[in-house]
Every structure is written in structure tokens, then in C-alpha cells.
């Protein structure tokens, strides 16, 4: 019995946020859309994530209108977005009316697919984005942030996928964001999670520690329906797998996908002098393209590595890797044994980095630390070290949430559409200043700029029509 595998682009999205800052322009993706249009992909990841916050603040473009642009385009295929929870694109929770706003404006704009996920799992952070988008017709796919610890067993893996499925969502995600996950484990958890839900299973890994391609080919083979890959000039490293590899891997197999490599060798053409230009310019650093073992050795992702070793460099401790390393799971242990994937990664790393360069453990705690231990971010899977909330909130631990931190929230939405209505033009507008307020605010003064240009070019082209 044939059962082909579905494959989601990701050079619209992850593909270039991992690779290249998310410094992909809305002018480099669009002539090649109509081409990618006619592949079948299951669907095309092309909005969300870092693409959001990068448009505004380095591209100078309006992120909404990206997505009309490519709706416009896509005519045959889904397109996707990748949205943080209670964080929907940025850093903090925000509360349910703008959640369920962003969901509805994003749906009306032109997303089909929506993955959801939360850096703690705390799937009480995951429920409000659910009910929009199942609300709004959109398929709601709940994204598990994949990680290793005593905590994560089979058993934590097949009850989270049962409560997903319960939550109402769509399909399930296994978001392996650090290439933790191995080839044998790979098969051990996808057959778990398909006896546990009757949801489609999908895995997203990366290709840091270099096993990626074989991960997914044990997935596949366990019955997971969707892997997620990235077109060969923006593929591996810190990337996905190539596209046009797992095609091949597939072909001929009761898993072929049917996609057809000439077709898609003309996608990779047009991508590749786009990849040169990003070398050339030093965009693409060659180091994110090679195989990074420590991300197996350590259990931590390949962006966190750079980072620690970065502050360290700062404070001319070079010499303290190793020792932070060895740090880093010992903080995570300490604060509930979180999967390490934004902010939660840049949380642990940098208490780790206090912590040895202090000489004493906690003699200073970040406010991050802090609010981890107050539950400002949600549940953890394991309780915090009760030693450690002690040391580093005293008296304030008194202060700890246990309800869900955004019930502590009052709605957003009505006072940001009153502190913004000066700039405003489209009704999105409220969602990217209420989600980057500084950012936007400049964004807009800027927007409104170019149109007083092209106004003045306007009456300037007319004024020498019609000579007076």
C-alpha cells in the first residue's frame, strides 16, 4: 500500500532565518512563486517566526503586505506560519484579544496552516491560538518543542499528543530545533506518537549535528506523514535537508512523494546565484553550513553555542567554554529542565555564563532567571530546584504564579488601537505595533516618508505635463 510522504517547503521561512538572519527579501521570493505553485508541496512555510520582527526592522518592509503578495501568488498551495503561543511573534505573552486578532488577520491575509508552539510545552499557553484558528477554519498545527532529559520520555511524548489532540487541534508537529533528534529515536517516537493520536504527524528537524536526513528516513518509514525541507542552495548546516534529496531518497519507495526533480532543479537554479550573492556579501557565513557535533555532545542548539561563546569573547573568558558547558544542563536542571529553544536557551545560557564567570552560583540572577522561577513563562515539565528559588527570590517566591500567565492580563487590544491611531492605515497595523511598538513606530514614520516621495514625484511628473 503506497503511502506517500509529504514534504513542506521551508526556503520562504525557516530556510533563510536559519541560514541568513531572515534577510530574504519579498522581491527575491516573488518570481519564483508561480513555479513553486505547481510543485504540490503539502505546503510552503512562508511567514511567522523571525520573519515578522526582520521585515520591519532590517527590510523596511510591511510583513503583511509580503503575505497578500504571496497569497496573490500561491494560488494551488497552502501557505504556513510558525507562531510562538501566547507570544504569537515576540517575546512576551500578550493577552487572548490580541492572540485571537492576530490569528484572524493572519487566516484573512492568506495563511492556511498555523504551527503553534510553546518554549515550555505548557500546552495552557497553546489553547487560546488553537480555538482562533479553528475558529477562524484554519488548521491548527500544535508544534511539541523536541528535547532530551529525564523528564521526556515516551510516555511525556504519547500524553502530550493525546492532549493536543483533545485541545482540538489539526496535526501535530515534532519541532526538533536543535538536530537533537537521532535516527533510531526518531523511529521509536514517531511510531509512539501514531499509536497515541490519530492526527497526522509531522517532524521539522535541522541539520546542525548531521543527522537529519537519516532521522527523517526512519520517521518516514515509522509512518510520519510530513517532513519539512529546505531547496538545496539554502539547505543543511543549520537549515533543513535538501528537498530534492529526500525526493530522491523516496523515489520508487511506497513513501515517493511524486514531485518531480526537473521542476524542482528549476527552483534551486533560480535560488542559487541569490545563496552566491549571500556569500559574496558574507550574509551566509560558510561556518553555518557544516556539521556542528556538539549540539549532540552538549544537547545544546547550534545558535545558543555561538551565543555563549560570543559573551564570553566579551568578557575576555575564551578560555570558560568548557566550563559554561558543563553549566548549562546543570541551570536548565535547575529551572524545571525546559527544552531549550527561544527564550528559554538564551535564559539558561546566559545564567550559565553569570554563573561561572562569578565564581558563585546564582551570586547574580538575570530577571529572566527570576521570572522563569516566578512562572511568568508557564509550567515547566520537572519542579525548579526549591535551593535555587530560595538563593535567588527570598522572600519574593511568596509572589509565584501557578495560574496561566496570560489569565493575569487585561485585554490589549482597545488602548494600543488608541496609542497608535496616528500612523494607522490598515487595520494590521495595530498587530505590528502592538507586538514592536519601537520598531513599528519607525517603520510607519518611514512608510509615510516614501509616499510623501512618491506623492512629490506625482505632482512633479504632472506639473511639467501640463506647463502653465
Known amino acids: 500500500m503506497s503511502k506517500p510522504v509529504k514534504i513542506t517547503e521551508t526556503i520562504l521561512r525557516d530556510a533563510h532565518q536559519s541560514l541568513i538572519a531572515t534577510r530574504m527579501p519579498t522581491d527575491e521570493m516573488l518570481p519564483i512563486v508561480d513555479k513553486m505553485d505547481k510543485i504540490g508541496y503539502h505546503a510552503v512555510e512562508c511567514w511567522g517566526g523571525a520573519t515578522f520582527d526582520a ?37 512576551k505573552p500578550y493577552a487572548d484579544d490580541v492572540v485571537e ?41 500544535v508544534a511539541l518543542s523536541y528535547t532530551l532529559g529525564d523528564a521526556y520520555t515516551l510516555d511525556y511524548w504519547m500524553d502530550m499528543a493525546k492532549r493536543i489532540e483533545d485541545m482540538g487541534a489539526d496535526s501535530l508537529c515534532i519541532k526538533d530545533m536543535a538536530g537533537l533528534l537521532v535516527p533510531q529515536k526518531a523511529d521509536e517516537l514517531i511510531r509512539a506518537l501514531k499509536s497515541a493520536t490519530d492526527i497526522p504527524v509531522d517532524l521539522h528537524t535541522h541539520y546542525t549535528s548531521g543527522v ?11 509512518g510520519c506523514d510530513i517532513i519539512d525541507t529546505a531547496m538545496s542552495p539554502l539547505a543543511l548546516g543549520t537549515s533543513q535537508p535538501a528537498t530534492e534529496v529526500m525526493v530522491e531518497a523516496f523515489k520508487g519507495t511506497e513513501y515517493d512523494t511524486g514531485l518531480d526533480q526537473n521542476k524542482l532543479a528549476e527552483i534551486a537554479d533560480y535560488f542559487r546565484p541569490y545563496r552566491e550573492q549571500c556569500l559574496k556579501d558574507g550574509l551566509l557565513n560558510p561556518k553555518v553550513l557544516g556539521v556542528n557535533i556538539n549540539t549532540l555532545r552538549y544537547q545544546v542548539p547550534g545558535g545558543m553555542l555561538s551565543n555563549l561563546l560570543s559573551q564570553l569573547t566579551d568578557q575576555g ?53 527570576k521570572d522563569i522561577l516566578l512562572g511568568k513563562y508557564g509550567q515547566t515539565v520537572k519542579p525548579f530546584n526549591p535551593e535555587i528559588v530560595d538563593k535567588v527570590l527570598g522572600e519574593d517566591k511568596k509572589n509565584a504564579i501557578t495560574c496561566r500567565p496570560a489569565d493575569l492580563l487585561e485585554p490589549q487590544l482597545a488602548g494600543i488601537e488608541e496609542e497608535m491611531k496616528q500612523y494607522k492605515t490598515q487595520d494590521e497595523d495595530v498587530l505590528t505595533y502592538a507586538l514592536f511598538p519601537k520598531v513599528a513606530e519607525e517603520f510607519f514614520k518611514y512608510r509615510e516618508a516614501q509616499r510623501d516621495k512618491v506623492d512629490m514625484n506625482k505632482a512633479d511628473k504632472d506639473n511639467k505635463a501640463y506647463p502653465v
Open 55 to 91: 521585515s520591519l526592522r532590517f527590510l523596511k518592509e510591511d510583513p503583511w503586505e509580503r503575505l497578500r503578495k504571496l497569497r496573490d501568488g500561491f494560488k494551488n498551495t497552502k501557505l504556513q506560519m510558525l507562531f510562538r503561543g501566547q507570544n504569537i511573534l515576540g517575546y
Open 101 to 141: 486578532y492576530f490569528v484572524q488577520k493572519s487566516i484573512a491575509n492568506g495563511i492556511d496552516i498555523i504551527r503553534i508552539f510553546d518554549c515550555l510545552n505548557d500546552v495552557r499557553n497553546l489553547q487560546t491560538a488553537v480555538d482562533a484558528c479553528n475558529k477562524e477554519k484554519g488548521h491548527a498545527q
Open 212 to 222: 537529519a536526513s537519516m532521522t527523517y528516513m526512519k520517521a518516514v518509514e515509522a
Open 317 to 369: 573568558k575564551e578560555d570558560k567554554f568548557e566550563e559554561v558547558l558543563a553549566e548549562v544542563p546543570r541551570v536548565r536542571k535547575d529551572l524545571g529542565e525546559p527544552p531549550l529553544v527561544t527564550p528559554s536557551s538564551q535564559i539558561v545560557g546566559t545564567q550559565a555564563v553569570f554563573n561561572v564567570l562569578m565564581g558563585e552560583r546564582y551570586k547574580v540572577a538575570t530577571n529572566e532567571t
